[in-house]
């Protein structure tokens, strides 16, 4: 054994580790939610040696935001797929497949996006990193709006970033709500009523 | 002076202790914040005994969602104007002044709204306080919307409260935007941007 592969059976372990912290906090936070859990907690169940924890992340709200990226990246890749249509109709059955993709991944990890929404509440770096996440979908939709402007098919005098950001929020909230069973309409209703309002008002 | 004046004297006194308090909690709230607002010093500037206050008022959050009420009452006289559009021109004029009207409100109120934001955050109370607003604007235009969806102006198809929540929701983050500077553009682009999208898919 020479000193490199030692060095890369230690990043293995480190790697290890690291993923241990992560499945430990996602279980933390999970049953305490993010106010009432704690690093000691999060070191106890991952089994690590004291102190650990700290070795790998500054704080829980640095592990937390590990933890959100995981979670939306479900949900980047969805706001991610190719948006190139050639009608209003093209345009419009993305739209609704984006949009329900958007609110099932969040439902999926609904338990999870509960303990988000809270984390934002209370946690200038948990609401930091949601701040970032917004802008990275702002500016994905922003992209989407100029290039149906260009090829013709939306109207051309709208601000796409401001377009991008009405409908990014209105997505959200609406995701919110549905994470927190505050709408009664089901998924497929949400998704059609938010896609053909938005659609409607974009396209030619 | 008969008892029922002397009654009338003491009521009319404590509604002008009230008002001080009011008063005073809106001066202490704009200068240190929800969190860091006390009681305490709301009394000392309404000089008004020691726990005078409390005899008003349950606790800094109860004070605090009756100067909310007060601050949403200019948005809530916007968002009640009488909706009677007899053609989809009309119904984007109005809602782009009312669009506009309920961003202004809030920026005219930009301080206190900063604080609302910020005590939304951290007071379960404020929170609860906040969703009942919303509820009752999101009510409103759910009315609107039936009006002009049974005047055969706007697509039957939509569920009206879906639709108001989605709506309502967009303007409520631009408006947050607005409030905390986080958006570039002024206000007449976002009124008209936001309303053309909006009335654009609702109407036929």
Redesign the interface.
């Known amino acids: 054994m020479d000193g490199s592969e030692q060095m890369s059976k230690r990043q293995l372990q480190a790697l290890q580790t690291r993923e241990n912290l992560l499945n430990a906090g996602r279980a933390v936070f999970l049953e305490k939610g993010f106010q009432k859990a704690t690093m000691t907690q999060i070191n106890k169940l991952a089994h690590t040696g004291y102190g650990t924890a700290y070795v790998y992340f500054k704080n829980k709200d640095d592990l937390f935001t590990e933890l959100m990226e995981t979670i939306m990246q479900k949900m980047y890749d969805v706001a991610g797929l190719p948006f190139h249509p050639r009608t209003k109709e093209e345009a419009y059955a993305q739209i609704l497949k984006q949009t329900r993709l958007f609110m099932q991944s969040a439902l999926e990890e609904k338990e999870m996006m509960k303990v988000v929404k809270e984390a934002?509440?209370?946690s200038a770096i948990v609401k930091e990193k949601w701040n970032s996440i917004r802008a990275r979908f702002i500016s994905g939709i922003t992209k989407d709006i100029q290039f149906v402007q260009d090829a013709g098919l939306a109207?051309e005098r709208?601000?796409a970033?401001?377009?991008a950001?009405?409908?990014f929020?209105?997505n959200?909230?609406?995701m919110w709500?549905l994470v927190l069973g505050e709408?009664e309409?089901d998924l497929d209703?949400?998704s059609e009523?938010?896609s053909?309002?938005?659609?409607?008002?974009?396209y030619k």
Chains 1, 2 share one sequence.
């Not at 053909?196 to 974009?202: D, K, T």
């Open positions: 934002i509440g209370v109207i709208f601000d970033a401001l377009i950001k009405g409908w929020y209105m959200e909230q609406v709500d709408i309409e209703a949400v009523n938010l053909e309002l938005y659609a409607g008002g974009l």
